[in-house]
């Protein structure tokens, strides 16, 4: 059984780790490669603050939420190792501002100690009248895709940088599934007119005082496009930049000003050392595309299963949609009578 | 550690008006004062020494201010201690007393916190635990209005501590020594304080230069004001590179604790009365390390591992009290400053306050040359 996972970000790595954590004991033999053109630090999951939190609002698909939550707990299972750190892994508490009241997020129970603010906090803050206070995980993108590349490589992984052009390529190279995580530009490889880039900017400052991430809301301007200041391993994030179509690379100097005067006032402490800036895009969708496709080139039946489009929120749900994914894949070799037992249980 | 500036002065020994002695400044000489402004010695440059010299001025009108001490930081306990805002209990200190002053501790380290100062003087905001292995008898303690946010941890928070059965969860503030103690300093120079490094053994040595002193010499109150209630309690505590770490974590006995700074994290500690070994014990170090992996996993991942050492001033209450000395002929106010044990930082911008109030009554009561207060 050939696997080839398309796409080295978060989705594709942890979904090639979840698959081959399932199925190598139960198969006669699995080979999974991972096929990129980007790894880790140049991929879109390099560039996000890595807090674990969804959207506001309910997603479309109802399973999303139970993807979430998933990940959470499996990120919460793994706090109380030692390897915490090297996944880029921990607890981080903060603050969620917001002009007026709003209800509370279908997530407050998910993670841990959500309550309002009060008055005495929400003084910190002048330009914002109602918050919320929760802890959640901080999982970094880059220090998290080294520690699943070493998990990988262990399991004899293989990895092959290269841009793939076509499905059809990689189907007659031989791959008996692909499995599609090619995230923003997934487009490239198959249209897809629900997929757009959502662009971000982020400026890493070092300021080791800051404790807590501050995430503020305007719905008039819409998620990620208001300031946000997201403290990491080493390094705090400063962002507050998203922009639907726009796929320019580059660092733009108007992006830097807002993000930099919109934190600053939001947190007077901020006087601190810039140490890198970048950009990168958020594959943003209605809804995550997770499901199977059939292929057909020539004589044989390839299957895909894609999984891409996680918008801003990556981190937060993938691990469930890296179970979702490793379902779908048992179905596949059901259905090519593949298995030697049953697949183990969830 | 070394103790720098001038030799001891036998005690009784009268300090001359302009000593000899070479010190950093010229010990005792400054620019000629006005006749009536009123001369205060602070001795004692620890975290009371300091903030008490800052609040002088503000409250004494034409005073000038000397911290006189063996050691500055980094150099001193309050460098040793961690810094984090939870009161300790003083059996024999009213319980308004000390809600009170950890009450205006507690804001004038906020206001700090949420300025552009407040890398300056390393201060910020931390959230975190305080767990119990047993129902604590006070489940919620005099302190809970004061720190952010109090609660009680919910079922789901306590999974991460299987050995506890209660916990309270907020958000308090943390008051590095090292950034604090200089940006301190700097305060007091700025409002024309002068610094001395000189070890004093006897506080008579600082009369006649100076009209009222301020005792802030924490232990070595002992010596200096003869009080056989302060002894040492002995805290070791290590320093380690855990980044990753954004919570405090503390066991309701306040034996072990974690406590993330800007720099380094400290994990501790012991609790040894009486003890004024400053040397750190290695068996003790891992026995510290080990009972902080066991609340927290993840730091057998720690590195860069540094011992300290600090004796906290511990006293059965906090000593704020005026005492006039008298010997022959001479009178020498006193303000004591001084015996705040495990609670320094948590108290002390309160207790510096009262102080400095008191020395202003004793400004006031010095009588001519010294101006009566128009206050």
Not at chain 1, 65 to 93: C, E, K, R, V
Request: hydrophobic share 35%; with cysteine; charged share 20%.
């Amino acid at each position: 059984m050939r696997v080839v996972v398309i796409g080295a970000g978060v989705i594709g790595l942890s979904t090639a780790l979840c698959i081959h954590d399932r199925y190598q004991p139960v198969l006669q033999s699995l080979d999974v490669r991972v096929y990129a053109d980007r790894f880790t630090p140049l991929t879109n999951t390099d560039v996000a603050a890595g807090l674990w939190q969804p959207y506001l609002s309910n997603p479309s698909n109802p399973q999303e939420t139970h993807w979430n939550q998933q990940t959470f707990d499996y990120l919460l299972s793994h706090l109380h190792s030692p390897n915490a750190a090297d996944m880029g892994l921990a607890l981080i508490s903060g603050y969620n501002l917001f002009h007026e009241a709003v209800p509370d997020p279908s997530w407050k129970d998910i993670v841990l100690g959500f309550r309002k603010l009060t008055p005495r906090e929400l003084d910190m803050f002048p330009d914002y009248s109602y918050g919320w206070f929760n802890t959640s995980l901080i999982l970094e993108g880059k220090r998290y895709l080294q520690w699943l590349t070493e998990r990988l490589t262990e399991r004899g992984v293989k990895f092959s940088q290269r841009k793939v052009e076509s499905l059809e390529e990689v189907a007659r190279g031989g791959a008996d599934v692909i499995i599609n995580c090619t995230g923003v530009r997934a487009g490239e490889l198959q249209p897809d007119p629900m997929l757009q880039p959502g662009r971000g900017q982020i400026i890493k400052v070092d300021a080791p005082w800051m404790k807590h991430f501050i995430v503020t809301h305007d719905p008039e301007r819409g998620i990620y496009r208001s300031p946000y200041i997201i403290p990491g391993i080493r390094e705090v994030t400063l962002g507050g930049i998203f922009q639907l179509g726009n796929w320019s690379e580059v660092n733009n100097i108007q992006d830097h000003k807002s993000i930099w005067e919109g934190c600053c006032r939001l947190e007077p402490t901020l006087k601190a050392e810039i140490v890198s800036e970048c950009t990168g895009f958020r594959p943003v969708r209605p809804q995550v595309r997770l499901e199977r496709e059939r292929l057909r080139f020539g004589p044989s039946n390839t299957e895909l299963i894609h999984n891409y489009g996680h918008g801003g929120y990556g981190l937060t749900i993938h691990w469930g949609c890296a179970l979702e994914a490793a379902k779908l894949f048992g179905e596949v070799l059901e259905e090519r009578k593949l298995l030697r037992m049953p697949p183990s249980h969830l | 550690m070394p103790v720098s500036g001038c030799p001891a002065q036998a005690p009784g020994c009268l300090l001359p008006a302009f000593p000899h002695g070479l010190s950093k400044e010229a010990p005792f000489t400054r620019q000629p004062q006005p006749m009536d402004t009123v001369r205060i010695a602070v001795v004692g440059a620890g975290l009371m020494g300091l903030s008490t010299a800052v609040c002088i001025p503000t409250l004494v009108p034409r005073c000038s201010v000397t911290v006189i001490a063996d050691k500055f930081t980094p150099d001193t306990t309050s460098d040793v201690a961690a810094g984090i805002l939870i009161p300790h209990a003083y059996p024999d200190t009213p319980v308004h007393k000390q809600k009170q002053w950890f009450r205006e501790t507690f804001d004038h380290l906020f206001s700090i916190a949420n300025s552009a100062e407040a890398g300056d003087a390393g201060v910020y905001l931390v959230s975190g635990w305080q767990i119990f292995r047993s129902m604590p008898t006070e489940e919620v303690p005099f302190w809970a209005d004061v720190v952010l946010g109090f609660r009680k941890m919910t079922e789901a928070e306590l999974k991460k501590f299987p050995q506890h059965v209660f916990g309270q969860a907020f958000t308090t503030l943390k008051c590095e020594g090292p950034v604090y103690l200089p940006w301190l300093e700097k305060r007091v120079k700025r409002s024309g304080g002068l610094m001395v490094p000189q070890r004093i053994e006897d506080l008579w040595e600082l009369h006649p230069s100076f009209d009222i002193v301020v005792n802030c010499s924490g232990l070595g109150s002992r010596q200096l004001a003869g009080d056989s209630t302060i002894f040492p309690v002995r805290g070791q505590v290590l320093k380690v590179q855990a980044p990753w770490l954004k919570h405090f974590i503390r066991d309701g006995s306040g034996l072990t604790y974690i406590y993330p700074g800007t720099s380094n994290v400290t994990l501790g500690g012991t609790r040894q009365k009486g003890d004024w070994n400053l040397s750190p014990d290695a068996e003790i170090s891992r026995d510290i390390f080990s009972r902080c992996c066991a609340l927290e996993p993840s730091l057998h991942r720690a590195c860069d591992i540094r011992e300290k050492v600090g004796l906290r001033p511990s006293r059965p209450g906090i000593r704020l009290q005026k005492e006039l000395l008298a010997q022959d002929s001479r009178r020498l106010p006193v303000v004591h400053h001084y015996g705040h044990g495990s609670g320094g930082f948590s108290m002390h911008w309160g207790t510096a306050l009262e102080a400095a109030r008191l020395v202003n009554e004793c400004a006031q009561a010095l009588g001519s040359p010294a101006p009566k207060s128009k206050l």
